[in-house]
C-alpha cells in the first residue's frame, strides 16, 4: 500500500484509523533461512552493497505471505558502519535510499505475483548501538549525550526520509535519551514515523517506566503509532496498554519469537514462545499494526494475518 505501487487505495495513516495492519518479520532470519551468510558487523545491511536481490526476495516473502508492511534492511546501516568497510558517504547514502528501492521493488513484484490488497514501505532507522553490533541496542546508555545521538542519527534520516517511504520506523529504541534525539531528528522530514522500543518487562532495557518513554511521543505530530519490538512476546500486552493510555495513538507491536540473543556468541538460545493467541490477544488489547522480529518468519507471518483476518 504505496503511492509509488498499484492498488494504494489509501495511505497508512489512514489505515491505521480505520483497521489493523500486518507487518512482516525478521529480515535476518530470512536472508540466513536463504543461505545468506550475516555475521559480519554490517549485519544484513552488507547485502544492499553485494547482493541486493536478495533483500528484495526477502521482502517479497513476507509480502506473499500476507505481510502489509516490509520494514527495509536499513536498520544497521549507517554512514559511520559503511565506512569501517570503505564504503565512501556518497556511496552510502546511495545503499541507504537503494534499502527504500528495494522494498518498493518487492512490492511491484507481490502485485505482479496477484497480490491485489495495497502494500506500504517502513524505512527502518536502527538505535546507535546497531552500528557498534555489540548488543548494545539491548542496554542503551551509550555515554553520548542527546545532542551527540541527534546529530549520529539526521543525517540517514535525511537520506531515507528523501527516498520517500510511506514511514519511518524508529525503532529497536533502547532508552529516552534514545527516543529524544530521534524525535527531534524526524522533526521537519515530511515523512510519518513510529517509534518502537525494545523493552525488558514493563521497562526500558535502559530501565526507564514505560509512562515515561511512551509519553515522548505523545505531543509529536510526526509520530503515528508508538510501541514495542524485538522484546519477549509475553512483555508485550502491558506494553499496548501503556502506549495507548499515554499517548493516544494508534500502537505497533512486532516482538521476537521469544528466543534470546547472546551478543557475545551471536547466536539465537531458547525456545519460541511467540503464538497465534497472543496475536488476537494484542489486537483485541488495541494494537493497529502486528508483525514478528527477529527469529520470526514468513509462515508466522501468514498466520498473523490470518488471525487479524478473522478478528
Known amino acids: 500500500m504505496t503511492g509509488n505501487t498499484p492498488a494504494a ?15 512482516d518479520g525478521g529480515m535476518s532470519n530470512q536472508l540466513a533461512s536463504a543461505g545468506h551468510d550475516l555475521s559480519d558487523e554490517l549485519w544484513s545491511a552488507r547485502l544492499l552493497a553485494e547482493q541486493p536481490e536478495a ?49 518498493r521493488e ?24 546497531a552500528m557498534l553490533a555489540d548488543g548494545s541496542e539491548y ?10 545521538l541527534e546529530r549520529f542519527h539526521r ?14 520506523a524508529l525503532e529497536t529504541v533502547p532508552d529516552t535519551d534514545e527516543a529524544t534525539a530521534l524525535l527531534r531528528a524526524v522533526r521537519g522530514l515530511g515523512v510519518p514515523a513510529w517509534l518502537s522500543y525494545t ?23 510526526e509520530v503515528v503509532a508508538v510501541g514495542v519490538n524485538c522484546c519477549a512476546p509475553g512483555d508485550v500486552d502491558g506494553a499496548i496498554q501503556a502506549a495507548a493510555r ?13 528466543e534470546t540473543w547472546d551478543a557475545e556468541a551471536r547466536t539465537w538460545t531458547g525456545r519460541a514462545t511467540f503464538t497465534t493467541e497472543q496475536v488476537k490477544a494484542w489486537h483485541d488489547a488495541g494494537a493497529h499494526l502486528i508483525g514478528g522480529c527477529c527469529r520470526v518468519g514468513p509462515r508466522a507471518i501468514t498466520s498473523i494475518a490470518r488471525t487479524l483476518a478473522m478478528a
Not at 543525517?155 to 519511518?168: I, K, M, Q, T, Y
Open 106 to 129: 518487492a512490492a511491484w513484484r507481490a502485485h505482479d505475483e496477484g497480490v491485489v490488497r495495497p502494500l506500504w514501505v517502513a524505512a527502518s532507522v536502527g538505535p546507535y548501538g
Open 246 to 258: 499515554v499517548t493516544g495513538k494508534p500502537v505497533v507491536v512486532y516482538p521476537n519469537s521469544g
Open 55 to 103: 533483500v528484495t526476495e526477502a521482502h517479497l516473502a513476507y509480502f506473499t505471505a500476507g505481510a502489509d508492511v516490509a520494514i527495509t534492511a536499513s536498520y544497521q546501516a549507517t554512514f559511520e558502519g559503511f565506512a569501517r568497510r570503505g564504503i565512501d558517504r556518497a556511496e552510502a547514502a546511495r545503499l541507504l535510499a537503494l534499502s527504500v528501492e528495494l522494498a
Open 199 to 221: 523493552i525488558d518487562g514493563d521497562r526500558t532495557r535502559a530501565g526507564q517506566p514505560l509512562d515515561e518513554a511512551f509519553a515522548l511521543a505523545a505531543g509529536a505530530d
Open 9 to 23: 487505495s489509501c495511505g497508512l495513516v489512514e489505515a491505521l484509523a480505520t483497521g489493523t495492519v500486518v507487518l
Open 139 to 148: 542496554r542503551g546508555r551509550y555515554g553520548l549525550s542527546v545532542d551527540a
Open 155 to 168: 543525517p540517514r534520516l535525511e537520506v531515507l526520509a528523501a527516498a520517500a517511504p510511506d514511514v519511518l
